[in-house]
């Protein structure tokens, strides 16, 4: 999550505290704490500081969409029956501080059934059919008609009811001294499934709000509908009716939705003609106000204009776009690529759904990666807030192209192998009055929490109300709508402490103390619509992904809410860039290898991480990458491979491998790099920005709107003179050797040597063995390192290899064979080289298998 203010970095400003944790939003100071019931005895604490962007007044982005725009034809929801639900979150817990023993040296990861890769009930899923993952021309008939009757497919599915949820006692016995509140917490959640249940049919068709609520269209004419308790009188208005609030007004049934059925004309045409600008007229209790419609699917900024408009789309038949490529199977291991579409072009532009689909996801698929997260897709009238201030939720942003354009990248992914994860934001929503969902009936009620809980005052955005039954209705819908209209095979949701917590994560310090997670500062309602959410995509898409943005560590996170837990797939695992920061600010005798195991091994038993050396933000205009850490401004002037290079640059070379592959080795289940990283993109990103003068008085400089750092130079890594090429290259080989040997999901985990005088790191995942010596000077000859399996060991991955910008001190064809002799308390050992800042990973050759071609 980026934190900007009228487009500037929130980290340039004074704040309270230390800045840290930059693997999103919020922002941490590292302490010694108590992690519970983590891997390993060690943890970190973290005050949480956070920032968000103010809406700007004025909007310089101009809509790139085309002409015409697409919407599906759905038929009207006769059921009506709902009821408001309201349901306290204050609620007591026992205060009881636990502390877990382990093993100091040993990490034994249990993995969860969850994490095999699976394929669900009448899923679509098959493997790519050539070695490329893509397909011949041209789909089976069989896939083809597999994904097209995917939506029938899943409306004849139930989500399993709610069990016991009692097995996370089981998992960990210390929650037992909280299970006042787990229970209760449960009990909210249960009780919402069952309130679903008897009033709306079940969560499948109440996550099908989209075919009641906006626009829907049967064969007779167009309905349109619209909660807003708040309004006292209602219009729908546009071009099709000259924008008069006089010719369609609407009427309020007993729950507060108003409606209005517009008959097709007498030529059998609808009433509302395709790309039709549409808003409703409502007069509210703070005066006359035009909204978009909270449901509406797409929206534009027309050129030279400020506020957006809601566009009606539901083109013909035949300019429809159709999918021909079913979901790829789900991974056992995740490499995740994260993207922001507008940025993705080399050139200094807003790219296209059109120019990624056909040059970025290539790439992707080239480099390694089994997924790519795409950023800034719901519908943002700020684009420098990087897509985290939504407006239009149903909506896919209109600056990068049509609705079609986007089905159409999605479906390439597919037909490459690749899943598509998209960053959904439910956190919160945009402080925009004009465009959003803020003040849409004329209150600061409606879909958020009135008064200053409804308010967040860091992000300067609305909060949602997450125990309403129409907020629940529009959240779960959305989430249905993304996977089920578009095809995205999963999300990862964005500022899931903030949602959890009434304090948000906002200066708190958490240090691992379980009363910290579970007490009268949690927002149980919050948390219950989080276990619903993963109930419903789980239920209904058995291959779903989903990953929670959370800095806090809360227990029983990435637990199936079957279990009692909140049913994460994933939790991003926020600590490590932090940790990195913390490293890179200190020389390198100053490094602990103890610190760096710990941050990247701190993690709960049972829960699966998704890992990141580096975050997004890292790469926002006023903060570093690691690249910038390491080598700053002499990456301008020695990248060339035709000049001699600088120790600095040396430095940074070696070292940027060597944090990338341990942090994939030991940090997680899953790996995340944001796009460009790989290769040390040389620039920051900065978006687009007017000169501001701030209330308080201050005047921040913009850009002049300029769009020459808001891109990615994919150019660097490609170009065979540059050193970037050496960085690039490498990323490609981490990410084969994962997809060959699969050791970040191996169930065999040991580290066997943290040594603070060698400056080594060794350890074993499934039949490879890791050697990390990230000495300065120092080179070891004979150097003996443990392992547990007997036999022959190759070279899978050497960091020092030429092609990856290294000196080549390592031979390719030797072998190590195993002796009897036990080390660092492991039965066998070999002897090895291993010279200064170099990592080098070992594969045991079984029948023998080649070593990874790299």
């Excluded at 009692?166 to 009780?191: A, M, T, V, W």
């Excluded at 964005?494 to 009434?502: F, L, N």
């Excluded at 944090?659 to 940090?667: A, E, F, N």
């Excluded at 790996?671 to 501001?692: A, K, T, V």
Aim: proline fraction near 5%.
């Amino acid at each position: 999550m980026v934190y900007t203010m009228y487009g500037v970095r929130l980290p340039t400003v004074p704040l309270v505290g230390r800045l840290g944790c930059r693997g999103s939003r919020f922002l941490a100071h590292r302490k010694n704490g108590q992690f519970p019931f983590c891997l390993k005895n060690q943890s970190h604490s973290w005050k949480i500081l956070a920032g968000k962007p103010l809406e700007s007044g004025s909007q310089s982005s101009t809509a790139t969409a085309s002409e015409k725009v697409l919407v599906p034809g759905t038929e009207i929801d006769d059921s009506s029956l709902r009821e408001e639900l309201q349901i306290s979150d204050d609620v007591g817990s026992l205060v009881v501080e636990n502390e877990i023993k382990t093993e100091e040296e040993e990490i034994l990861i249990g993995l969860s059934s969850s994490s095999e890769a699976t394929e669900g009930e009448d899923s679509a899923s098959v493997q790519p059919l050539d070695g490329d993952g893509e397909t011949e021309e041209g789909a089976s008939d069989a896939s083809f008609e597999t994904i097209s009757n995917e939506s029938a497919i899943i409306k004849e599915r139930v989500v399993p009811p709610s069990a016991i949820g009692q097995r996370i006692y089981e998992i960990d016995p210390f929650l037992n001294s909280h299970r006042d509140h787990l229970d209760y917490r449960y009990g909210q959640y249960k009780r919402m499934r069952e309130a679903i249940d008897k009033y709306e049919g079940g969560l499948e068709k109440f996550s099908r709000g989209y075919e009641k609520f906006g626009f829907t269209r049967s064969e007779t004419g167009i309905t349109y509908r619209e909660w807003a308790p708040g309004a006292k009188w209602a219009a729908l208005i546009g071009d099709f009716n000259n924008w008069n609030p006089n010719a369609d007004t609407m009427t309020r049934d007993e729950f507060a939705v108003w409606e209005v059925f517009l008959p097709n004309n007498a030529d059998g045409s609808p009433a509302i003609p395709h790309g039709s600008k549409v808003k409703i007229r409502m007069e509210t209790p703070s005066g006359i106000k035009d909204s978009i419609p909270a449901w509406i699917k797409f929206s534009v900024q027309a050129p030279g204009e400020i506020p957006y408009n809601g566009i009606y789309y539901d083109p013909p038949e035949e300019e429809k776009y159709v999918f021909k490529y079913p979901r790829p199977n789900k991974p056992k291991s995740l490499r995740i690529y994260e993207s922001h579409v507008g940025m993705s072009s080399p050139e200094p532009i807003i790219n296209t759904y059109a120019s990624f689909r056909d040059d970025v996801l290539p790439r992707i698929k080239k480099l390694g990666y089994n997924a790519v997260q795409i950023m800034a897709i719901q519908e943002h009238s700020y684009y420098a807030s990087f897509g985290y201030h939504v407006t239009n939720f149903f909506a896919p942003s209109s600056r990068f192209g049509t609705p079609d354009e986007l089905k159409s990248l999605i479906d390439k992914a597919h037909k490459l192998g690749l899943l598509v994860l998209m960053d959904i934001v439910h956190s919160h929503a945009s402080n925009n009055t004009l465009d959003g969902l803020n003040m849409f009936d004329g209150t600061d009620a409606c879909y958020f929490h009135s008064g200053a809980r409804g308010y967040h005052w860091v992000w300067d955005s609305r909060l949602f109300n997450y125990g309403h039954w129409e907020v629940l209705r529009f959240l779960l819908s959305n989430a249905r709508w993304w996977l089920d209209e578009y095809k995205f095979d999963g999300f990862r949701f964005d500022g899931v402490t903030s949602m959890m917590y009434t304090h948000h994560g906002l200066q708190v310090a958490f240090t691992g103390n379980y009363n910290e997670y579970f007490g009268v500062a949690t927002d149980v309602d919050a948390v219950a619509y989080l276990m619903l959410a993963n109930d419903l995509i789980h239920g209904l898409f058995p291959n779903a992904i989903t990953i929670g943005e959370d800095v806090s560590g809360m227990p029983t996170f990435c637990i199936p809410t079957q279990d009692g837990g909140v049913g994460f797939d994933y939790r991003l695992h926020m600590a490590v860039a932090d940790e990195w920061v913390e490293i890179l600010k200190k020389r390198d005798e100053h490094w602990k290898m103890g610190d760096i195991v710990h941050a990247l091994t701190n993690r709960r038993w049972l829960e699966k991480c998704v890992v990141y050396a580096e975050s997004h933000d890292q790469a926002l205009v006023g903060d570093k990458t690691i690249a910038f850490w390491l080598m700053d401004k002499e990456m301008y002037d020695y990248m060339t491979l035709d000049r001699p290079s600088t120790p600095i640059i040396d430095r940074g070379i070696a070292l940027h491998k060597m944090i990338r592959l341990v942090t994939m080795g030991l940090g997680g289940e899953g790996y995340l790099n944001f796009m460009g990283n790989e290769f040390g993109h040389s620039e920051w990103i900065d978006f687009p920005r007017d000169d501001q003068l701030l209330p308080d008085g201050r005047f921040i400089h913009g850009n002049g709107n300029s769009y020459d750092k808001c891109r990615r130079r994919f150019d660097l890594g490609d170009a065979d003179y540059l050193r970037y090429r050496g960085l690039q290259e490498f990323d490609i080989a981490m990410q084969h050797l994962e997809e060959k040997y699969g050791f970040m999901t191996s169930e065999h985990q040991y580290i066997s040597r943290k040594h603070e005088g060698d400056k080594l790191i060794v350890f074993e995942r499934g039949e490879l063995v890791f050697v990390f010596n990230f000495h300065w000077t120092n080179s070891y000859s004979d150097y003996r390192v443990g392992c547990l399996n007997p036999g022959k060991y190759k070279v899978g991955l050497d960091t020092d290899d030429p092609l990856f910008g290294g000196f080549g001190r390592i031979s390719h064809t030797a072998e190590y064979f195993t002796s009897e002799w036990s080390h660092d308390d492991r039965p066998r050992s070999f002897l090895i080289y291993a010279p200064s800042r170099t990592a080098v990973v070992y594969a045991l050759q079984r029948n023998e298998v080649e070593a990874v071609d790299i």
